[in-house]
């Protein structure tokens, strides 16, 4: 059974930096797309950016182009999130979603398997 594992949230102030993992067990992590997807109460998953099983296709949603950055270890079944000069609108939960068939990059309900969530703070 694939599981997925995200870390490295936390509290920043704007303009800081933080880093995203998202460890998999379970399959090797090749055998999927992954992307990243991010929550605010009350709200639905918004895409933030997703990555092709061999990283060599990325997308990204217009709002963090340019600050952060997605990329992936094949050989530690490990996905990240480089976020930088991050603002407090980019607070929210962030999951981290894999995908073993036909990749739509930007579409939650395509994923198969999430993780728990991590919690990212930005403070004004």
């Known amino acids: 059974q694939v599981q997925l594992v995200e870390s490295g949230g936390g509290l920043a102030q704007a303009g800081g930096s933080l880093r995203l993992s998202c460890a998999m067990s379970?399959?090797?992590?090749?055998?999927?797309?992954l992307a990243w997807f991010r929550q605010t109460p009350g709200k639905e998953r918004d895409f933030v950016a997703s990555?092709?099983?061999?990283?060599?296709?990325?997308y990204y949603e217009d709002s963090v182009k340019g600050r952060f950055t997605i990329s992936r270890d094949n050989t530690k079944n490990t996905m990240y999130l480089e976020m930088n000069n991050l603002k407090p609108e980019d607070t929210a939960v962030y999951y981290c979603?894999?995908?073993?068939?036909?990749?739509?990059?930007?579409?939650?309900?395509?994923?198969?398997?999430w993780g728990q969530g991590t919690q990212v703070t930005v403070s004004s």
């Open positions: 979603a894999a995908e073993g068939g036909t990749w739509y990059p930007r579409i939650a309900s395509k994923y198969d398997v």
């Open positions: 990555i092709s099983r061999n990283a060599q296709t990325v």
């Open positions: 379970g399959r090797t992590s090749s055998l999927y797309n």
